[in-house]
C-alpha cells in the first residue's frame, strides 16, 4: 500500500479524534470476515492505481445490494500482506437485506477472485464499528529457513538460506512485551502520528522444521511495526544484534539503527480481537499496518 498523503499536525489529530457512526435508521449492520492472498493487490485500501482487497469486495457487494456499499476494515494491510481474519462491516438498507448470513458467504465469493474469499459473515448491532471496536491484533510472520526455498509456500513465506540462532531470537522477542514506543520499528506512514507507543501482549517465536513463525499480538501496529520487528529479530539470530540490545535500540526512537524491514510476503492478519459489549472504546485509533 502506498504511504498516504502528507497531513498538517492539525490534521493527524483530527485523524486520532474520528468517531465512528451508528447504522443509520432502516439499515442493517453486516460484519464479515475476510481471508486473502495479497500477492496480486496494492494492498487492503483502495488506492488511485493498482488492484486493491477493499476495491475487490466492495465490487463484489455491488453485484448483491443495489446500494452498492462502501466497507470499513479493522486494518489496512500493505502490498503483498495476506490475512486470514481481516474484519470488516458495512451498511445495507434493510429492504434489501434478503438472505441468510450463509447465502450472503456464498453469493459474496461466486463474485470474488480465488484469492479472496468471505469465511463468515453475521449481522451485527448497529453501533458495531470493525476498527474502533478492536481492541488488538496477531499477526503472524513466516520464515523458511532452510538451503532450499519450500516451492509450496513461495508466496506466503520469507526463505533465509543461512542458519539461524533460534535461542538469540527467543531471548530478543520476550524484551518486546509490554507497552513501549515503537517508533523505531515503524516506516513513516506520510502523515504526523500523535501515538507510537503500543502494548505487545505476545511475541513468541515457535520452530517446527525448517518453518520459524513468530506471532505479535498487541493493541495496534504502526505502520510496518511487524515487519520491523521480524527483520529485526532475524538479525539477531544472524548475530548482527544481541539479544540484550534490542530494548535499548528501541528506545532511541530512530529507525536507522535497528534492523531491516522483512519483506511483506511473509506477514499474515491471523486475527481481531474485540471489546466485549460494555467496555470503553479505546481513546484513539491505532495507526494499523
Not at 450463509?102 to 448497529?126: C, F, G, M, S
Not at 500523535?194 to 505476545?202: G, Y
Amino acid at each position: 500500500m502506498s504511504p498516504e498523503p502528507s497531513a498538517s499536525p492539525q490534521a493527524a489529530q483530527k485523524r486520532t479524534r474520528e468517531r465512528p457512526d451508528s447504522a443509520p435508521a432502516g439499515f442493517q449492520r453486516l460484519r464479515l470476515t475476510v481471508a486473502y492472498d495479497g500477492t496480486a493487490y496494492c494492498g487492503w485500501q483502495v488506492q488511485p492505481e493498482g488492484t486493491s482487497v477493499q476495491g475487490c469486495l466492495e465490487a463484489a457487494l455491488g453485484r448483491l445490494f443495489r446500494s452498492g456499499p462502501r466497507v470499513v476494515s479493522s486494518s489496512r494491510t500493505d502490498t503483498g500482506v495476506h490475512a486470514r481474519g481481516m474484519s470488516v462491516h458495512f451498511d445495507v438498507p434493510k429492504a434489501e437485506w434478503r438472505m441468510t448470513s450463509d447465502k450472503l458467504i456464498l453469493a459474496a465469493n461466486a463474485h470474488l477472485p480465488e484469492d479472496i474469499r468471505v469465511t463468515a459473515a453475521a449481522r451485527a448491532r448497529p453501533d458495531f464499528h470493525a476498527r474502533f471496536d478492536a481492541i488488538g491484533k496477531q499477526y503472524r510472520y513466516t520464515v523458511w529457513n532452510g538451503s532450499a526455498h519450500d516451492p509450496l509456500g513461495l508466496r506466503q513465506q520469507w526463505h533465509v538460506p543461512k542458519p539461524i540462532d533460534l535461542e538469540a531470537m527467543k531471548t530478543a522477542a520476550a524484551t518486546l512485551v509490554g507497552r513501549h514506543d515503537f517508533l523505531a520499528f515503524s516506516a513513516s506512514p506520510g502523515y504526523e502520528r500523535l501515538h507510537t507507543v503500543r502494548n505487545v501482549t505476545r511475541c513468541e517465536v515457535i520452530r517446527s522444521g525448517p518453518r520459524i513463525t513468530v506471532v505479535i499480538e498487541a493493541d495496534g501496529f504502526l505502520y510496518k511495526m511487524c515487519r520491523g520487528i521480524v527483520g529485526t529479530l532475524v538479525q539477531v539470530g544472524h548475530g548482527r544484534f544481541r539479544p540484550e540490545e534490542i530494548l535499548p535500540l528501541l528506545q532511541t526512537r530512530d529507525r536507522r539503527l535497528v534492523g531491516m524491514t522483512a519483506p511483506a510476503l511473509g506477514l499474515v492478519l491471523w486475527k481481531v480481537f474485540y471489546r466485549k459489549p460494555g467496555m470503553p472504546r479505546r481513546p484513539h485509533p491505532a495507526d494499523v499496518e
